[in-house]
């Protein structure tokens, strides 16, 4: 029986250690694998073009003018917690079918989520910059703090935001809170963990506030000026959730004012972060490269979902002669 093969592309990927284990894993399934890497922007390149199936990444947006240049693509996967990247209009326009894959990430991103807010509040990653210098300077320890007794608020209560929250009480917070208009009231977590009705309310009682909610019309731009202006001074935000959930104009103007003690980021409005961005320079930011999902563990995971999914739109793979 003829093997059907799928010729697959991944958008740019910056996770050099999945290509190839990935390309063996789908190879050896009887499918035929391309990596290409592109520019942000860039039309997809013509070895890919040929493709039956596409695994975009979030920082290549697939538009009805991308799939265009597909002529033979027949299904997309998107291995993402999110698909706003994907113009799902125009997919259905395609009669081209698609599958989510929810690669649990929940450990990997609310352990990156613990790294950095400690990281913040220690300014662990300054003291390691200035040793690998050559310097032994402790005064830098100056400014730091401790999570312990501080007051904590998660925004975004799904599941990412309950572990964060259950990784949280081990550092014994003063109050631990939450807000998410998407989580009924009488919808009980864990009794230990605040509710807050209202964004504002959060803001204005939580010192450290970490992002966890995904991003919709209603909180596109969430975090702006005005909410940023219920923060008590010297307070500190993390992202790892959306980068467009955050205006990051006015999270600049909030660190410079000192309405913000640190910022932490995994996402960003525009990615790749430009080489030139203020974030990459700024003293009080602390800026990793949307990776907060991914470990070597959850990579196998993820790359085992392809593979299932693939068999499963081309079950003739499974017994195919290989």
């Not at 029986?1 to 250690?17: C, G, H």
């Not at 300077?137 to 925004?155: A, M, S, Y």
């Not at 109050?175 to 204005?204: C, I, M, N, W």
Request: proline share 5%.
């Amino acid at each position: 029986m003829r093997k059907r093969v799928a010729r697959l592309t991944i958008s740019p990927r910056q996770f050099q250690q999945l290509v190839p284990f990935e390309q063996k894993t789908l190879e050896s399934a009887g499918f035929a694998y391309t990596c290409v890497h592109h520019e942000k922007g860039e039309i997809p390149h013509p070895a890919v073009r040929d493709a039956h199936v596409i695994i975009p990444n979030t920082s290549y947006a697939i538009s009805a003018e991308v799939l265009a240049y597909f002529p033979n693509l027949e299904g997309i996967l998107i291995p993402n917690s999110g698909y706003d990247h994907v113009d799902m209009a125009a997919v259905a326009d395609r009669r081209i079918r698609w599958q989510h894959l929810p690669v649990p990430r929940s450990i990997d991103v609310s352990e990156s989520t613990i790294m950095m807010m400690l990281d913040l509040l220690r300014k662990s990653s300054s003291i390691y910059q200035s040793m690998q210098q050559g310097h032994w300077v402790r005064n830098q320890i100056r400014g730091t703090g401790r999570l312990h007794g501080k007051d904590i608020g998660i925004i975004g209560y799904g599941v990412i935001g309950r572990r964060v929250s259950g990784m949280l009480k081990s550092f014994e917070p003063r109050s631990l809170g939450y807000y998410d208009p998407f989580v009924a009231a009488d919808e009980v977590y864990d009794h230990a963990v605040q509710r807050y009705s209202d964004l504002k309310t959060l803001l204005s009682s939580c010192s450290v506030v970490s992002l966890h909610c995904s991003l919709t019309t209603s909180s596109q731009n969430m975090i702006d000026d005005e909410a940023l202006s219920h923060l008590q001074p010297g307070s500190y935000l993390l992202n790892t959730a959306r980068g467009k959930v955050v205006d990051e104009s006015a999270v600049q103007r909030a660190l410079n004012g000192g309405i913000l003690a640190g910022y932490a980021a995994d996402v960003f409005q525009d990615e790749p972060l430009g080489a030139n961005h203020w974030m990459r320079s700024h003293p009080q930011v602390l800026c990793t490269p949307h990776i907060a999902g991914y470990t070597f563990e959850m990579l196998e995971q993820l790359v085992e979902h392809e593979r299932a999914a693939l068999i499963s739109w081309y079950p003739e793979m499974r017994s195919s002669d290989r």
